[in-house]
């Protein structure tokens, strides 16, 4: 039995915006492929996927993005490894925290740590846009992990998760030790799914959780765009070329029209 309960999570309740992209807006059916079976980026991260602070901090929110970084940089091409002071610097930029005096050590909002990363960067790595998700479809999540390389989400844990190898809602179902935040709120990156579940990084490793776990549990859900995934226009390095099936100018262009 594991036992994960000295563990930090982090993440603040959400806060939906109703200005953020909506991912269904920008498929196209027709053209959209099925998602595969099964799809498992983990596997082309090399050497240790670290801690990244979050076994000290609440810092889950910036750990999320730097891992998922990492992923999107080995399957890709050289694989980047943000440090845990550079994920540190972001949770600091995006709360106040102070890691001399460990002051404001709160948390964060994942859409507030997501425009950060789109404005500023993590560990020098900016993305171009993120769109929400519908958590309770399936078929979105499988296409956003398989299309754009992984989903940010997160996660009201309950404090039955604590000492699960594989996250599962327990017997009792949602309520006691079973209810959705018990334990606490969490953000982490889905990179793998099959039939029987999704495979997310937390504390430094790879972590199962199965599909019922998913729907009783994820309160937010976001497709994060980013040129470290995305493949270039040969003709100019900075054009990101969409996957078939998913108007990314428009989602860009609508994201203009929000932000300025």
Wanted: include cysteine; charged fraction near 15%.
């Amino acid at each position: 039995m594991v036992d994960h309960s000295s563990m930090h999570l982090g993440k603040a309740a959400p806060r939906h915006d109703p200005r953020t992209l909506q991912f269904a807006s920008y498929l196209s059916p027709r053209d959209l492929p099925a998602p595969p079976p099964s799809v498992d980026y983990t596997k082309a991260v090399k050497g240790p996927w670290g801690m990244m602070g979050n076994d000290t901090i609440g810092d889950c929110t910036c750990a999320a993005a730097g891992h998922l970084i990492m992923e999107w940089t080995a399957d890709t091409g050289a694989q980047a490894d943000p440090t845990t002071q550079q994920v540190i610097e972001a949770y600091s930029a995006v709360t106040g925290y102070d890691p001399t005096t460990g002051a404001n050590d709160n948390g964060a909002m994942e859409t507030d740590v997501l425009n950060y990363w789109r404005k500023t960067g993590v560990a020098g790595h900016r993305i171009l846009a993120y769109a929400a998700l519908e958590p309770r479809s399936t078929t979105h999540v499988e296409n956003a992990i398989d299309l754009f390389g992984g989903v940010y989400i997160g996660l009201a844990l309950p404090k039955s998760a604590q000492t699960q190898t594989v996250w599962s809602v327990p017997p009792g179902g949602p309520t006691g030790d079973g209810r959705p935040g018990s334990w606490g709120g969490h953000a982490v990156p889905v990179l793998a799914y099959d039939s029987h579940g999704l495979t997310v990084i937390t504390w430094g490793d790879t972590k199962t959780m199965t599909w019922q776990f998913w729907e009783t549990y994820c309160d937010e859900a976001y497709a994060v765009l980013s040129m470290d995934f995305l493949k270039a226009n040969p003709n100019d390095p900075k054009d990101p070329v969409a996957p078939s099936g998913f108007d990314l100018t428009a989602l860009l262009d609508d994201l203009k029209a929000v932000v300025g």
